[in-house]
């Protein structure tokens, strides 16, 4: 990768002050205060139904909240008017576990919408009816062809297996050049090459000045971040560097959680792999992971 | 009664477990004929035993009507209701589309202002209203007001159709559209796309295929009701029909609902083997 220009007409440092968000009875999140610098990069982990994805649907005003603030760039997200919501949105990338990529348009269009916030009236039109014009073309072109799928432009992204999907929601990013980005766990469903091809991406973008906001299910992944925050039940219960993250403190932070043991003895990888499917099954019966 | 043989343990024995809401719904149900088929006069015994003037207008159909005239006229007829069903559910198709767009539950409004609450719920309830009145009247009484307007003849036939069909295909489409996955709609949201963008990229592309196969089982619908909007004068083979009743001309009626019956299940065939390869 060579440059990656950043627009800074958008200040990304984000500050959450007491955030709460209930789900009836059940508080997803509970009096979360954080902050994140411009540039960050920080794992969230944390048991099944923890918040982190609800966390997610906060920082991009997805949800509603019963308590608290979120501002970003010193602005309250949630009294931002519709067109300057969009306007922070338009700075925001996200890629997900389940892709969330439009199964029916190709590959190629799928990237292009990375730009999708950006586009006036007559260039949606003219995407939609025609494809991208040129310069965008271009941009989507280096970005599929970055992550290794350039002849792939035209195909059905429903056609595609699901690291195809996961590089291609990696395009979208490429092509947006966002100044945060979101990832809910975004390697829960592929293949370890795809993982560490989708990470290394992931941490260029974020070298070249993009905060990084990445929940993982795999703390070894997390300690490669310098900065964990993990959240238990809503609460933030760690927030440092994985130096200082303990076994002691691991435990607490799946302590009840069927799907996860921390105990010492080494795992067996087939069994790994069961309780890591059977934590996605858990996720989407919660009803907030993506899916 | 279907419900499971329960033992309950300290009653003694094997009691059979009366749920009381079913013995209810039972009820009800059986009330219900009782009123209806009173009100009706349903009488099994008149149908059998008054069959004389039946089976004369059956027996008097054959052999039917193969005169060049009535074959032409049939053809006329049948082509007549053709267009007027095809036209229909175009003209309705592309009436519908923008209402249903109109008519479909966006992304929620979380943390905007209530005048931005209103700003959009106004559209979306005009265009559910519209909707609903261009479906809940028949097409036959949509027919009788265009034929009052219009005079008789095919154009307020295929008027007719085109309101119907766009109602009822307006309601389709935006139940449609929001059934579609909403994660990618979201995701499409939360990256700064607006609402129409997020429902030209998002919501429309995962619904296309079924549209097409809605429009086309509109189409089989319009086919059928066309033959009978000439009751009232609006055209199509039903207005032949009628006519050839009215002058008791049996073997040309038999001809032409024999047509009507086979025109019916050829579009009926076609537009089911083209639905069944739309899905995917």
Redesign the interface.
């Known amino acids: 990768m060579t440059s990656l220009p950043n627009k800074s007409s958008y200040d990304s440092q984000l500050s959450l002050e007491g955030v709460t968000v209930r789900y009836g009875d059940v508080a997803a999140l509970e009096e979360v205060s954080i902050a994140v610098q411009p540039g960050e990069s920080l794992a969230i982990i944390g048991a099944s139904g923890a918040g982190k994805s609800t966390l997610f649907r906060a920082l991009?005003?997805?949800?509603?909240l019963d308590g608290g603030g979120i501002s970003v760039g010193g602005r309250d997200?949630?009294?931002?008017s519709?067109r300057d919501?969009?306007?922070?949105?338009?700075?925001?990338?996200?890629i997900?576990q389940?892709y969330?990529?439009?199964?029916?348009?190709s590959a190629g269009?799928n990237a292009a919408?990375?730009e999708?916030?950006?586009?006036g009236?007559l260039q949606?039109a003219r995407v939609?009816l025609a494809g991208p014009e040129p310069g965008l073309s271009k941009k989507v072109r280096a970005a599929l062809q970055e992550v290794g799928l350039a002849d792939k432009a035209d195909a059905r992204t429903t056609d595609l297996s699901g690291g195809q999907q996961q590089r291609v929601a990696v395009a979208r990013l490429l092509v947006?050049r966002?100044d945060l980005i979101?990832a809910d766990e975004p390697f829960a469903a592929v293949d370890p090459v795809t993982t560490e091809k989708v990470l290394e991406t992931l941490l260029e973008l974020n070298g070249a000045g993009s905060t990084l906001i990445i929940n993982l299910h795999d703390v070894e992944i997390a300690r490669r971040f310098p900065r964990i925050l993990a959240l238990r039940e809503g609460r933030v219960l760690f927030d440092g560097p994985p130096s200082i993250l303990d076994e002691a403190k691991l435990a607490e932070i799946y302590a009840g959680d069927p799907t996860v043991s921390h105990d010492k003895e080494p795992v067996d990888a087939n069994f790994r792999r069961l309780r890591e499917e059977q934590a996605r099954i858990l996720e989407g019966q919660d009803g907030i992971s993506?899916? | 009664m279907a419900s499971p043989p329960t033992e309950h343990t300290g009653v003694g024995g094997a009691i059979p477990r009366v749920d009381w809401k079913i013995s209810l719904i039972v009820l009800v149900v059986l009330g219900l004929t009782g009123y209806s088929a009173y009100g009706v006069g349903f009488d099994l015994v008149e149908l059998f035993s008054n069959a004389g003037p039946v089976e004369r207008f059956v027996s008097e159909m054959f052999p039917p009507d193969f005169s060049t005239a009535t074959l032409q006229a049939t053809g006329t007829g049948i082509l007549e209701t053709f267009q007027m069903s095809f036209l229909g559910a175009l003209i309705g198709a592309i009436a519908a589309f923008p209402l249903a767009a109109l008519g479909t539950q966006q992304a929620p409004t979380t943390g905007a202002s209530n005048s931005e609450r209103l700003l959009r719920a106004i559209p979306y309830h005009l265009a559910r209203f519209l909707l609903n009145i261009f479906r809940s009247v028949p097409d036959i009484l949509w027919a009788l007001v265009f034929v009052v307007a219009l005079g008789l003849g095919p154009f307020p036939g295929t008027l007719a159709l085109a309101v119907h069909s766009a109602g009822v295909l307006g309601k389709l489409y935006s139940e449609t559209l929001e059934a579609v996955p909403s994660r990618p709609v979201e995701a499409l949201r939360s990256t700064g796309a607006s609402g129409f963008q997020s429902f030209l990229f998002g919501r429309l592309p995962q619904a296309a295929s079924n549209f097409t196969s809605l429009t086309l089982y509109q189409w089989e619908c319009n086919i059928r009701s066309a033959t009978i909007l000439g009751f009232v004068g609006a055209g199509g083979i039903g207005q032949q029909i009628l006519i050839s009743m009215n002058l008791f001309d049996y073997p040309k009626v038999a001809t032409l609902v024999g047509a009507t019956i086979i025109v019916v299940l050829a579009v009926d065939r076609f537009s089911a083997a083209v639905r069944r390869r739309l899905v995917y």
């Not at chain 1, 922070?88 to 990338?93: E, F, L």
């Not at chain 1, 999708?116 to 586009?119: I, P």
């Open positions: 991009t005003r997805s949800v509603a997200l949630y009294r931002l519709s919501l969009k306007q922070v949105r338009r700075r925001i990338g996200t997900y389940a969330n990529l439009i199964p029916q348009l269009v919408l990375g999708v916030g950006a586009m009236a949606t939609f947006q966002p979101l993506a899916h």
